[in-house]
């Protein structure tokens, strides 16, 4: 049976006579009784929101959901087993992909599957990748919140968004992502904060905790000692990802390299000896780098002399961001 609060707001959106607030409501609880394997429910639910659409008037189109424009709505692309994580990391992630892939499992012995993780690190070190990998790996939906649309400089306004954002969240079996949370999860302890922030951390956390197992929230911030005491035991699954280590870069570029048939004339050892220690992020960029290279220089390209002509360019640039040149 679905939710007492789903019910009630079904029948105050039916008596009211908002459409889009009843199918909302209703695409809710069509998420929640599948998730629940309730599949028989689910589908004669999914036939009657379906078969009100159909009897709309000719004219008369689907009203788009007042939460789209606070969302890019992305298909997710990046996998899993493309991503070099620290064995803790990946073990954590896998686990909750099997559970939340064996949900019924778990659900016919009074469990639920995790549904919320909190990713923690210092930026360009694949905190936004792995979240996509999540969406990839569940198949659903990889749904990032935009700040530049949330945040409103009325009162209330964010706080009213921000439930938008999760009211549709609901409705689907989704990855919702938040990409530097501490800028809605604040320490609401923090004397130089506003009330506004307050009421919107206040907010976000009911919203979280009214979220079904079908909806995984994916948190992601540069600066987790700014994030609410209280925010923090929202998150079932907490992990850190570090800067890479030599070894963690070498596997990356390793796997780069072995990706060309011809001679690259360089092994990832040396590669990272030359570039340094960078981030995930920079050192996707120098393999682009290389891969744009070669389609410029056509068929005749050498892999061997596009590299050895693009890491001069990397150590150079480098250089300069640190201030050493």
């Known amino acids: 049976m679905a939710r007492a609060d789903l019910l009630v707001n079904l029948v105050k959106a039916g008596i009211s006579g908002d459409t889009q607030g009843a199918r909302t409501v209703a695409e809710a609880i069509i998420a929640?009784?599948?998730?629940?394997?309730?599949?028989?429910?689910?589908?004669?639910?999914?036939?009657?929101?379906?078969?009100?659409?159909?009897?709309?008037?000719?004219?008369?189109?689907?009203?788009?959901?007042?939460?789209?424009?606070?969302?890019?709505?992305?298909?997710?692309?990046?996998?899993?087993?493309?991503?070099?994580?620290?064995?803790?990391?990946?073990?954590?992630?896998?686990?909750?992909?099997?559970?939340?892939?064996?949900?019924?499992?778990?659900?016919?012995?009074?469990?639920?599957?995790?549904?919320?993780?909190?990713?923690?690190?210092?930026?360009?070190?694949?905190?936004?990748?792995?979240?996509?990998?999540?969406?990839?790996?569940?198949?659903?939906?990889?749904?990032v919140v935009r700040y530049d649309a949330i945040v409103a400089s009325f009162l209330g306004e964010t706080a009213t968004r921000l439930r938008r954002v999760f009211e549709y969240a609901r409705t689907i079996p989704c990855v919702l992502f938040f990409d530097e949370f501490d800028a809605v999860g604040k320490e609401r302890g923090d004397t130089h904060e506003t009330g506004e922030i307050k009421r919107v951390v206040a907010s976000l956390l009911m919203q979280m905790d009214d979220l079904p197992s079908t909806t995984v929230v994916v948190a992601a911030s540069n600066h987790p000692e700014l994030l609410d005491r209280a925010t923090w035991r929202r998150f079932q699954?907490?992990?850190?990802?570090?800067?890479?280590?030599?070894?963690?870069?070498?596997?990356?570029?390793?796997?780069?390299?072995?990706?060309?048939?011809?001679?690259?004339?360089?092994?990832?050892r040396s590669l990272v000896k030359k570039i340094g220690l960078i981030s995930y992020a920079e050192a996707e960029e120098f393999c682009l780098d290389v891969r744009r290279q070669l389609v410029l220089e056509g068929e005749a390209a050498s892999v061997k002399s596009v590299i050895a002509d693009v890491v001069p360019v990397w150590q150079e640039r480098l250089q300069a961001i640190e201030g050493r040149g």
Do not use: W
């Open 32 to 143: 929640e009784e599948r998730g629940k394997q309730h599949t028989v429910l689910a589908e004669r639910l999914d036939q009657v929101v379906r078969h009100g659409m159909r009897q709309r008037s000719p004219g008369q189109t689907a009203e788009r959901h007042p939460a789209k424009d606070l969302l890019y709505d992305l298909v997710p692309e990046r996998r899993i087993e493309d991503l070099v994580l620290p064995k803790t990391v990946e073990r954590a992630c896998r686990q909750l992909i099997a559970e939340q892939q064996k949900a019924s499992q778990l659900r016919s012995q009074g469990l639920s599957p995790r549904h919320r993780v909190l990713l923690v690190g210092p930026p360009g070190n694949g905190k936004t990748s792995l979240a996509e990998s999540l969406a990839e790996a569940l198949a659903v939906p990889f749904l």
């Open 237 to 268: 699954i907490r992990v850190t990802l570090p800067a890479p280590t030599s070894s963690a870069l070498e596997a990356y570029f390793a796997r780069f390299l072995s990706s060309f048939s011809a001679p690259t004339g360089i092994s990832a």
